[in-house]
């Protein structure tokens, strides 16, 4: 199944329809303060530095899912392969299948581990996944919405190997850094956004930013087709604010 990202190919889809966004870069990603030594940890791992597993945790909205597609594409770009799998889209799956032939992965990122607690054949795949990776030297990231000593699995030696990993908690952004990652991603997009209507967005919007960016694809969306800024009328007109 794993037929990720190889050096010859474009990073565009992976297998089972599994996709990266173009724009979960490092570059447009707002680093909060405090989780500077955990996207230093990720771009060096990526790029093929460090050894072993790397285990990613925090809250959502914290941006877990774009880090690990940023690091896929900073992968790819050091000449490395690369699958993504983001678990909770393919829980449904049989897991021998899924995990069959990662371990001829150089770098296998797990989205969401959280998400298979309690579902003993994925645990016991992930665990083999695991030893075969390290047997190669081949190596792993993973990210969870819940700390990893939280984790509540069922097999205690996949416990212990993901504790075994070096282990970053990347916190969330608080209202401020909000309306700045706002302004950068809209930057990215090629749209100019002040800080009050970034400040308004906020005051109206879901504060989860995910939701947010889903918002703002909506109004780059709308700005293209009727060629206009970003202003506070034109973002009540088309969000409905």
Not at 69 to 90: E, K, S, T
Not at 92 to 120: F, M, N, T, W
Not at 129 to 141: A, I, K, M, P, Q
Not at 193 to 202: H, N, P, R, T, Y
Request: hydrophobic share 40%; glycine share 10%; with cysteine.
């Amino acid at each position: 199944m794993a037929d990720g990202f190889e050096g010859s190919q474009t990073p565009v889809q992976l297998s089972l329809g599994v996709s990266l966004r173009d724009d979960a870069t490092f570059a447009n990603f707002y680093i909060a303060e405090g989780n500077e030594q955990a996207l230093h940890a990720l771009q060096e791992f990526s790029a093929g530095g460090g050894e072993g597993n790397l285990v990613l945790w925090g809250s959502r909205g914290a941006g877990l899912t774009h880090l690990l597609q940023a690091c896929c594409h900073q992968a790819f770009g050091c000449d490395l392969n690369v699958q993504y799998l983001p678990l909770r889209d393919l829980v449904g799956y049989a897991p021998e299948d899924v995990c069959d032939g990662l371990d001829k992965v150089s770098l296998v990122c797990l989205d969401g581990v959280d998400q298979i607690c309690g579902h003993r054949q994925w645990e016991l795949a992930l665990f083999h996944l695991f030893n075969r990776l390290r047997d190669v030297g081949n190596r792993l990231l993973i990210a969870s919405h819940t700390s990893p000593p939280s984790l509540p699995l069922l097999l205690p030696d996949l416990k212990s190997r993901l504790l075994g990993g070096v282990v970053y908690h990347l916190r969330a952004l608080n209202d401020p850094e909000k309306a700045l990652a706002l302004r950068l991603r809209a930057k990215g997009r090629g749209m100019e956004m002040s800080d009050d209507v970034a400040k308004f967005i906020l005051s109206r919007a879901p504060r989860d930013t995910n939701d947010l960016f889903h918002l703002l694809d909506h109004l780059d969306d709308a700005s293209l087709q009727q060629q206009r800024k970003l202003t506070i009328p034109f973002v009540k007109e088309v969000l409905g604010f």
